[in-house]
């Protein structure tokens, strides 16, 4: 989110609101009443709502663009604002491109000719668009390139135009996917071992089975400065289930706070039914307090109860209705199926036109088969905007729903 603007969302429940939260809900209403919507449309491309960098909004807006049948020039015209804003508008623009949109593409294409940002433009629209689409842009960058203050980093499509580019300095390791898990505790248990090495030997034994003897190597896997764990230490944890939990114990009561905060997150995971008061008085005072990142974990730990957690079903609901935090719509979804599952149906079928993927997926798998959900999911599996996860998802629901190949 921008500085510039007020980090002030409409009431969850109105247009403008849904819209700016990513809800599937909105962008059903919106197109009952493209006219007072389209205001909102174009804010949401204008403007960064994003609470998190990990939300997702270009698809859910793109397809807003088309459905409501809005002029793309208004978006063409944000090119010539700042980056971030430029960046936003190249990416709808790009989506409508391959949707059909003649404007969207010229539009592009003519920003490569003259925009300032033209170099980080050419570089999306040439990862998302078949390569005739801007091959014959080659002599533009050609021409242009030499104003720049440095070479452009990425491989394509300088390459192809034969333009020089930056190669960052790379001393490639050798992969250690062929050593067996023995000489992987070794390697992670050698303090003369760079921590590269470590963080290569833990996601080598990331594909494989739990492994018990990486529990004793944990608390020396901290970064050197000891402020943190190295990367894939936590998610190697994760993996080893409750057999890390009596280590756990002892974790929690470290002096390191990277530590201590491991130990205390795997107890928190594998806890027993004695933790659940606590939980739900956790997701109730993550609700008072508005706290809109972290509640998802909340929500997975209380999932694992089941209806004995049928107090949390409340904040569930709301969290899920009034988060703007759209990336953690689908724990809170999640939880509620696990623990009471009655009434979702409305709410699968909305999920298919959530600017989350991962809520389209969930409301692909579990939305009732009735003729406007097929239809819909027939939608998204035939939109080339949409992701290849979820075009593969909907195919394969409605070849399961009719008895067909799609």
């Known amino acids: 989110m921008s500085d510039e603007y007020e980090m002030s969302y409409a009431l969850p429940d109105s247009v403008e609101g849904l819209l700016k939260r990513g809800r599937g809900l909105g962008a059903v209403q919106a197109i009952r009443g493209p006219r007072r919507s389209a205001v909102f449309v174009y804010d949401g491309i204008r403007r960064d709502w994003l609470w998190d960098q990990t939300d997702e909004r270009s698809v859910y807006l793109a397809r807003l ?33 391959l949707a059909g949109s003649a404007d969207a593409r010229e539009g592009l294409r003519a920003y490569v000719r003259e925009g300032e940002h033209w170099v980080l433009v050419l570089e999306s629209l040439s990862a998302a668009w078949p390569p005739e689409w801007w091959e014959d842009l080659g002599d533009v960058a050609q021409a242009r390139i030499g104003a720049e203050a440095e070479l452009p980093w990425f491989s394509e499509p300088w390459t192809r135009f034969g333009i020089e580019t930056q190669s ?32 290569d030997a833990l996601r080598a034994l990331s594909g494989r089975e739990p492994v018990e003897g990486l529990i004793p190597l944990v ?63 956790e997701l109730a005072e993550q609700w008072t307090a508005r706290a809109w990142c972290g509640p998802d974990r909340t929500a997975r730990r209380l999932a694992r109860f089941g209806p004995d957690a049928a107090g949390a079903v409340p904040y569930l609901r709301r969290f899920l209705l009034h988060t703007p935090h759209s990336y953690e719509r689908a724990a809170y979804l999640g939880a509620l199926a696990a623990i009471d599952g009655d009434g979702l149906e409305a709410v699968y079928a ?17 939305a009732p088969a009735s003729p406007d959900v097929l239809e819909r999911i027939a939608v998204l599996r035939d939109d080339p905007m949409e992701t290849t996860e979820v075009r593969v998802a909907a195919r394969a629901r409605l070849g399961a729903a009719t008895g067909q190949l799609y």
């Open 65 to 97: 663009v088309r459905d409501l049948g809005l002029s793309p020039m208004p978006i063409v015209d944000q090119l010539a604002e700042d980056e971030e804003a430029c960046l936003r508008a190249c990416e709808v623009l790009n989506l409508l491109a």
């Open 168 to 199: 960052r300095p790379c001393v490639p390791r050798p992969s250690l996917a062929g050593l067996s898990t023995a000489e992987l505790l070794a390697l992670l248990a050698d303090t003369r071992a760079e921590g590269a090495t470590k963080v």
């Open 219 to 281: 608390p020396s896997l901290g970064t050197s400065d000891g402020r943190r764990p190295l990367p894939l230490l936590r998610r190697a944890v994760e993996c080893l289930g409750t057999i890390a939990v009596p280590a756990a114990h002892g974790w929690a009561q470290e002096d390191h706070p990277w530590l201590a905060q491991l130990g205390a997150d795997v107890l928190a995971d594998h806890a027993g039914p004695e933790v659940l008061p606590g939980l739900v008085t």
């Open 350 to 366: 909305e999920t298919l036109w959530d600017c989350e993927e991962t809520m389209r997926l969930l409301g692909i798998t579990s």
